[in-house]
T-cell receptor, first 114, second 114 residues
Framework: SAVISQKPSRDICQRGTSLTIQCQVD?????MFWYRQQPGQSLTLIAT?????????ESGFVIDKFPISRPNLTFSTLTVSNMSPEDSSIYLC???????????FGEGSRLTVL | AQKITQTQPGMFVQEKEAVTLDCTYDTSDPSYGLFWYKQPSSGEMIFLIY??????QNATEGRYSLNFQKARKSANLVISASQLGDSAMYFCAMTDNAGNMLTFGGGTRLMVKP
């Protein structure tokens, strides 16, 4: 299995600021995924991050709002830019692992925007 | 497009009894994977069980089993001998033909009564 570390685990942010979430994996993986979980909701895929190429964003998510870096095969960052209270969510990074493609998740980063 | 439906927003079960959490899906892909995840109040996502679309037998993992009925497009999770620690949100999810985890159901909140 893959071990994924995310930080910060939680933060309280002011409107209009930006926050970068880091995701570290203990093994090399090709694809990393970033999800958002708004309060009381299910998980929604934000983007898929491949090392060495631009992230692929899902409908409703844009690079200017959620820039992603993927400098190597074990690390990625997601920035939530110009935050508003609507961005208050849990943000989770994940990687697919094994023959079944089982997704392993980081602990999640719980953001509250005031 | 894929779609996952969990029709039970919440479920109660008595401790030590079995409970079934419903999941139906819709996809045009001939090959796909079905997953169940548990999310405790801490926010982490915990993998429970996997079923491949071509698997002949229902998957089992300890107290968890997946009742896979392909013709009905259902993949219900059965938890036997419920424990208080089973109280959590449960998400059904599926991969597409490429093995990318793209779609989560809305989740079911399970509450185990002592």
């Amino acid at each position: 299995s893959a071990v994924i570390s995310q930080k910060p685990s939680r933060d309280i942010c002011q409107r209009g600021t930006s926050l970068t979430i880091q995701c570290q994996v203990d093994s090399q993986v090709t694809m990393m995924f970033w999800y958002r979980q708004q309060p009381g909701q299910s998980l929604t895929l934000i983007a898929t991050a491949n090392q060495g190429s631009e992230a692929t964003y899902e409908s409703g998510f844009v690079i200017d709002k959620f820039p992603i870096s993927r400098p190597n095969l074990t690390f990625s960052t997601l920035t939530v830019s110009n935050m508003s209270p609507e961005d208050s969510s849990i943000y989770l990074c994940s990687v697919a692992w094994g023959s079944t493609g089982e997704l392993f998740f980081g602990e999640g980063s719980r953001l509250t925007v005031l | 497009a894929q779609k996952i439906t969990q029709t039970q927003p919440g479920m109660f079960v008595q401790e030590k009894e079995a409970v079934t959490l419903d999941c139906t899906y819709d996809t045009s892909d001939p090959s796909y994977g079905l997953f169940w995840y548990k999310q405790p109040s801490s926010g982490e996502m915990i993998f429970l069980i996997y079923q491949g679309s071509y698997d002949q037998q229902n998957a089992t993992e300890g107290r968890y089993s997946l009742n896979f009925q392909k013709a009905r497009k259902s993949a219900n999770l059965v938890i036997s001998a419920s424990q208080l620690g089973d109280s959590a949100m449960y998400f059904c999810a599926m991969t597409d033909n490429a093995g990318n985890m793209l779609t989560f159901g809305g989740g079911t909140r399970l509450m185990v009564k002592p």
